[in-house]
T-cell receptor, first 111, second 114 residues
Framework: EDQVTQSPEALRLQEGESSSLNCSYTVSGLRGLFWYRQDPGKGPEFLFTLYSAGEEKEKERLKATLTKKESFLHITAPKPEDSATYLCAVQVTSGTYKYIFGTGTRLKVLA | DTAVSQTPKYLVTQMGNDKSIKCEQNLGHDTMYWYKQDSKKFLKIMFSYNNKELIINETVPNRFSPKSPDKAHLNLHINSLELGDSAVYFC?????????????FGDGTRLSIL
């Protein structure tokens, strides 16, 4: 069965304290892996797409990487405005190309 | 110029009532989705339409019926609402034919059943 697992469930960081979020996946075939940011009361906002193992994408303080089994979202010197829930989703190659979401990591960055 | 818009934003109603949620996208996408997000923030696919045709129908009670009048609209009608239906419902859209295309989400409809 296709599955996506994110860890940790919640993370508290001091401002400037770098860390990484993990997204592990077990799928029949990977069409793409997506990272989203979700703020309270809002819908998920697209951050990155990764497809090939070894691929990396960067945006400001965020960097996403991909291996054959997992993806990491590295946050360098985070600021309070980076506080949000970060969601990982995998689009599978089988059948209808549906997207499977992980349960998310709730990040809180303290000033 | 909102990309994916849902109405209403909040919906508070009694158990047993019937209600509808509307979704519209102006991105020119050919595929639209309904997700249910529970209190633990888990997003679970309910339905997906591609060019007005139903392509994903997960294990969802028959009380939920999606309808897509055209590629830009996907509505969700819920009959005989139950307490367990309380959740946030998100509409999303994407390009199906292009690899690595992300989904774009609306801001959700918060459904509360009294």
């Amino acid at each position: 069965e296709d599955q996506v697992t994110q860890s940790p469930e919640a993370l508290r960081l001091q401002e400037g304290e770098s860390s990484s979020l993990n997204c592990s996946y077990t799928v029949s075939g990977l069409r793409g892996l997506f990272w989203y940011r979700q703020d309270p009361g809002k819908g998920p906002e697209f951050l990155f797409t990764l497809y090939s193992a070894g691929e990396e994408k960067e945006k400001e303080r965020l960097k996403a990487t991909l291996t054959k089994k997992e993806s990491f979202l590295h946050i360098t010197a985070p600021k309070p405005e980076d506080s949000a829930t970060y969601l990982c989703a995998v689009q599978v190659t089988s059948g209808t190309y549906k997207y499977i979401f992980g349960t998310g990591t709730r990040l809180k960055v303290l000033a | 110029d909102t990309a994916v818009s849902q109405t209403p934003k909040y919906l508070v109603t009694q158990m047993g009532n019937d209600k509808s949620i509307k979704c519209e996208q102006n991105l020119g996408h050919d595929t639209m989705y309904w997700y249910k997000q529970d209190s633990k923030k888990f997003l679970k696919i309910m339905f997906s339409y591609n060019n007005k045709e139903l392509i994903i129908n997960e294990t969802v009670p028959n009380r939920f019926s999606p309808k897509s009048p055209d590629k830009a609209h996907l509505n969700l009608h819920i009959n005989s609402l139950e307490l367990g239906d309380s959740a946030v419902y998100f509409c999303a859209s994407s390009h199906s034919g292009r690899r690595n295309q992300p989904q774009h989400f609306g801001d959700g409809t918060r459904l509360s059943i009294l």
